[in-house]
């Protein structure tokens, strides 16, 4: 990596829920960064959102997503990567050079390393962390006014207790991943 190479950040949100799409994020720092970006997980709802206003503001942002039918109908992992290849073509900018949070790269053109836990070591995939899962958030929280059931205002799409019970109660709604197995079993016994 050159020294004055720009560097793109990357990571996703919402691998693990039952419903909803999986977002990924592209951050380019500002010049001298944001103070107090950190691994998203880490911080509270108040201080993302701070911090995901100033990212805006401040800094180049891409975002890319993958919805629920194209999640199954190539997996989370192939969506996943879709969504990143989605985040950093929607940079409008060109990175010289790409961290990813995680083990797995998109194909691209970019020069780019995986990173294992690269979103607490290196601050614009930290940046990119907060932007994907504040965006993932506003998007479910606005779904759970559509579909009151399933308690996505607080469980985000994620297989809580209540978000099982309520998808043996009500089944499945358009925004559920069928191929992964919770959702799959609920439209058995539907």
């Known amino acids: 990596m050159a020294?004055?190479?720009?560097?793109?950040?990357?990571?996703?949100?919402?691998?693990?829920p039952l419903a909803g799409p999986v977002v990924a994020a592209a951050v380019i720092l500002c010049e001298g960064g944001i103070a107090g970006?950190?691994?998203?997980?880490?911080?509270?709802?108040?201080?993302?959102?701070?911090?995901?206003?100033?990212?805006r503001a401040g800094c180049v942002v891409g975002v890319g997503m993958a919805e629920s039918e194209e999640i199954d109908r190539i997996n989370i992992l192939q969506a996943t990567l879709v969504a990143m290849r989605r985040a950093v073509?929607?940079?409008?900018?060109?990175?010289g050079h790409i961290l990813v949070d995680g083990n797995k790269l998109p194909e691209w053109r970019y020069s780019a390393e995986a990173v294992i836990g690269g979103d607490a070591i290196h601050p614009c995939i930290s940046a990119a962390s907060i932007v994907a899962k504040e965006t993932r958030d506003r998007m479910m929280r606005a779904a759970a006014l559509e579909h009151p059931h399933y308690g996505w205002e607080s469980n985000k799409g994620y297989p809580t207790r209540a978000h099982i019970e309520a998808l043996?109660?009500?089944?499945?709604?358009?925004?559920?991943?069928?191929?992964f197995a919770p959702v799959a079993q609920s439209l058995l016994d539907f």
């Open 168 to 179: 043996r109660e009500h089944g499945p709604c358009a925004l559920h991943r069928r191929s």
């Open 3 to 16: 020294v004055n190479q720009i560097v793109a950040g990357v990571d996703e949100a919402g691998r693990g």
């Open 37 to 55: 970006v950190d691994d998203s997980k880490k911080l509270s709802a108040e201080r993302r959102a701070e911090l995901e206003t100033k990212i």
């Open 89 to 95: 073509e929607a940079l409008g900018s060109e990175p």
